[in-house]
């Protein structure tokens, strides 16, 4: 069809990609799938191998290489071409415009083409027939060996599974139209945390940290058992305090935060190296070790009752309890050279479905740490998790932190508003393994979110009047009241 050239063509029929022969492999997954033709009359492909390839295109304008990732696709060699369904180009976030030039009624260079708007790249689309298609070919060893030196696009989802069989895309396509067949209004009100009436029965003025420092001491200095009275730190005391303190805070978190204790402990691991490669447990060189003599097709039994020493049963409950998300081959050099999407085994994994929406403050109420709002958590089984933010669009560092502090749950349910739905949120929770869900317009209800937000915005309310604490410390409170929520125990029905 395309002789000697090496393509990458567009199939919409396909659900998943298909990488053929005009391709590198980067990393083998361990897992199989069976492909069924268009007619029942044609045979069945069993157990297809499916991995993860990468191809390079060549600009012909800006004479840029790519190298385009493909991941869990169909490796079928003996396809001369490899298909691209359209679907997982834009859930990719890519832009994608199928329309030929020829035929569009609102002629522009973005018809008929791929954009990555992150990297620039913009591949025009060729005609084979009605086949839209783009010359694609296989990375050389220099490519393979300087992979960091060239712009990479994912063509697919950057994810460790992909089913094409899940039924949410569906549900929310249908969701788009009301009973009439008109758009569904997708306008979503912002939650507040306090009213008008909040605002001026509390303390509203301009408040500092010196103000909040000063009734702090006030309080100290009138109590008579205040144990620190006689002991205040003075300049130098709290210049070493600030510096060697917060050093020794951050060491003890992590070593990396320090680098003296961090080099000694890469020191101190690059000799156990040195005394192991010297016992034999492992060796610098490939071809000599066990491990590296076949293509890794995930963890076997055998191989893990071997050299654990564990009885075979047991070995294979293990697996069958393990998740094993990553795996490459560790044959190829590409593999090693290709940035690896570790968020999938980084963050605890959540078999449970949680909810999130946004809480806002008033202007009036913008805390002391500059804040404004606060993204809320909510699992199916009243866990809560709150997280306040200067603005809304800092709502991808929230998740990022939701998904470090507690994990990733298996689905994520947000409302329609463009910062719960945009391309790096989306390439997140991809990443992370987390199925993403956006509810119909109108149908807030349906957010379990909702019903925390509204317990909390009445606890702080209360906690602030009772205290008699200044509303700009309400995102202190609402974090106070958080971890209260969490440690309480709830009745579920």
Request: some cysteine.
């Amino acid at each position: 069809m395309y002789g000697d050239l090496s393509v990458t063509e567009l199939d919409s029929h396909a659900n998943m990609a298909v990488a053929g022969s005009g391709c590198t492999i980067i990393a083998r997954s361990g897992q199989y799938a069976n492909v069924t033709p268009f007619s029942a009359d044609l045979p069945v492909l069993e157990r297809v191998e499916i991995g993860d390839v990468a191809i390079a295109y060549d600009d012909p304008i800006s004479l840029v290489t790519y190298l385009l990732v493909m991941r869990n696709a169909l490796l079928i060699p003996s396809m001369s071409h490899n298909l691209l369904p359209p679907f997982l180009i834009r859930e990719a976030s890519l832009f994608l415009d199928e329309t030929p030039k020829f035929q569009s009624t609102d002629l522009s260079l973005d018809n008929h083409t791929i954009y990555d708007e992150e990297t620039g790249m913009k591949i025009h689309l060729q005609l084979n027939g009605t086949f839209s298609y783009f010359p694609t070919r296989p990375l050389t060893l220099e490519e393979q060996e300087t992979w960091d030196e060239f712009p990479v696009v994912y063509l697919t989802p950057d994810s460790d599974r992909w089913d094409p069989q899940a039924t949410h895309y569906g549900d929310a396509e249908s969701s788009m139209l009301d009973n009439s067949g008109q758009l569904v209004d997708c306008d979503w009100t912002n939650l507040t945390i306090f009213d008008p009436a909040d605002i001026s029965g509390m303390q509203a003025e301009t408040y500092t940290w010196d103000s909040f420092n000063g009734k702090v001491d006030a309080i100290a200095l009138d109590n008579e058992d205040w144990y620190l009275v006689d002991a205040l730190l003075d300049d130098d005391d709290e210049i070493r305090l600030t510096q060697d303190g917060i050093r020794a805070e951050l060491a003890n978190s992590s070593i990396v935060y320090e680098p003296a204790l961090f080099l000694a402990a890469i020191s101190n691991q690059a000799i156990i190296s040195h005394i192991s490669m010297s016992l034999g447990s492992t060796t610098a060189d490939d071809s000599a070790c066990e491990v590296f003599n076949s293509r890794s097709q995930g963890v076997t039994p055998e191989h893990l009752s071997k050299i654990w020493r564990i009885p075979f049963d047991d070995a294979v409950k293990t697996l069958a309890m393990t998740t094993q998300l990553i795996q490459q081959s560790p044959n190829s050099t590409l593999s090693r050279s290709a940035g690896t999407n570790d968020r999938a085994v980084s963050y605890r994994k959540l078999k449970s479905k949680f909810f999130t929406d946004t809480m806002f403050a008033t202007k009036k109420a913008r805390s002391l740490r500059g804040n404004t709002c606060c993204q809320v958590f909510v699992s199916n089984c009243d866990f809560i998790s709150l997280y306040p933010m200067q603005q809304e669009s800092e709502y991808p560092l929230a998740l990022k932190q939701f998904a470090k502090e507690v994990g990733a749950p298996d689905v994520l349910v947000c409302d329609g508003s463009k910062t719960q739905n945009q391309r790096e949120v989306k390439l997140l929770s991809t990443q992370m393994g987390m199925m993403l869900k956006k509810l119909e317009a109108e149908t807030q209800w349906a957010n379990r979110a909702e019903l925390a937000v509204g317990i909390l915005k009445e606890a702080v309310r209360k906690d602030l009047r009772e205290s008699g604490s200044p509303i700009v410390l309400w995102d202190y409170c609402m974090e106070r009241r958080a971890l209260i929520c969490q440690v309480t125990s709830k009745k579920l029905f």
